[in-house]
């Protein structure tokens, strides 16, 4: 099984829906991410959590929600979707050691297509 | 600013032949990490390589090596006798205290290899 999952793989919906993208990890990491990756842009990050009581914003916040609802789930949200917010999605996770970085550790990814 | 640019944005091989993908960085710390990813057609991203900036020595994996160099702030890849299954988008990403924190990744466009039977 995955260690990083993600739900669902593929979604189409149309502007203004509210959509949630779901991510859930065995591996037991307290810290989780969601990216966005564009054609040309590479990852970018949209919101980060070390602990289910700590949420940030990253480089692309506007526009979406998280939700850290346990140490093993995060979630990510999109209000109102719009065109633009068209992408692929992922979930990460990596956990703080002895060393300064961790590795991240990704899951497959979401297809979000906005109509 | 830190930034990481990869200016080859796509590149075409025919099978058998090395491969450089080019990446420089900037940035404003002494201690910083470096990273390759892979991302096949599927669609998932695979972690190649972490180097930290205190190591420059180079690495090589297989097919694979990593160049280091402070001097120009770059950390170019290589694929040797490159194969089909090479075929991928390559990611160059860094992190360091300046770039958001240790635990955040700034990645660079991608470049495209496509490696030809």
């Known amino acids: 099984d995955a260690d990083v999952t993600q739900t669902p793989r593929n979604r189409i919906t149309k502007t203004g829906k509210r959509i949630m993208l779901e991510c859930s990890q065995t591996k037991g990491h307290d810290r989780m991410y969601w990216y966005r990756q564009d054609p040309g842009l590479g990852l970018r990050l949209i919101y980060y959590s070390f602990d289910v009581k700590d949420i940030n914003k990253g480089e692309i916040s506007d526009g979406y929600s998280v939700s850290r609802q346990a140490q093993a789930k995060f979630s990510l949200s999109l209000e109102s979707a719009i065109p633009n917010q068209t992408a692929l999605y992922f979930c990460a996770t990596s956990v703080q050691g002895r060393s300064s970085y961790n590795e991240q550790f990704f899951g497959p990814g979401t297809r979000l297509t906005v109509l | 600013a830190q930034k990481v640019t990869q200016a080859q944005t796509e590149i075409s091989v025919v099978e058998k032949e090395d491969v450089t993908l080019d990446c420089v960085y900037e940035t404003r710390d002494t201690t910083y990490y470096l990273f390759w990813y892979k991302q096949p057609p599927s669609g998932e991203l695979v972690f190649l390589i972490r180097r930290n900036s205190f190591d420059e020595q180079n690495e090589i994996s297989g097919r694979y090596s990593w160049n280091f160099q402070k001097s120009t702030s770059s950390f170019n890849f290589t694929i040797t006798a490159s194969q089909v299954v090479d075929s991928a988008v390559y990611f160059c990403?860094?992190?360091?205290?300046?770039?958001?924190?240790?635990?955040?990744?700034?990645f660079g466009a991608g470049t495209r290899l496509a490696v030809h039977p």
């Open positions: 990403a860094l992190s360091g205290a300046f770039s958001g924190g240790y635990n955040k990744l700034i």
